[in-house]
Nanobody, 125 residues
């Protein structure tokens, strides 16, 4: 069974950086897309970024383009989300999820079958 574990959340000052990690296990992941989602207090969960492991295609939400970078280490079955220039609006629980797909990259939660437990990111104002 596929398992997803996030790590790397924490408290960071505005303007700072943080890297989240998503470790996947239980399968080979060349035909998977790994996505990052986030849910801020009182808001719906939204897609942040995703990467197709085999194709290396990526997708970013407009709100994070130019500030966040997603990457993968296929040997470690791990996906990273490098977050720079963080603002209080980035405060949320960040979730990692996996979708088995030939090519899909995007924010549609219905595509993702496996989810991690979430990691809190707090950027105080």
């Amino acid at each position: 069974e596929v398992q997803i574990v996030e790590s790397g959340g924490g408290l960071v000052q505005a303007g700072g950086s943080l890297t989240l990690s998503c470790a996947a296990s239980g399968s080979t992941f060349d035909d998977y897309t790994i996505g990052w989602f986030r849910q801020a207090p009182g808001k719906e969960r939204e897609g942040v970024s995703s990467i197709h492991i085999g194709r290396d295609d990526t997708w970013y939400a407009n709100s994070v383009k130019g500030r966040f970078t997603i990457s993968s280490d296929r040997a470690k079955n791990t996906v990273y989300l490098q977050m720079n220039s963080l603002t209080p609006e980035d405060t949320a629980v960040y979730y990692c999820a996996a979708a088995r797909s030939a090519s899909y990259v995007g924010p549609d939660e219905k595509e993702y079958s496996y989810w991690g437990q979430g990691a809190q990111v707090a950027v105080p104002s």
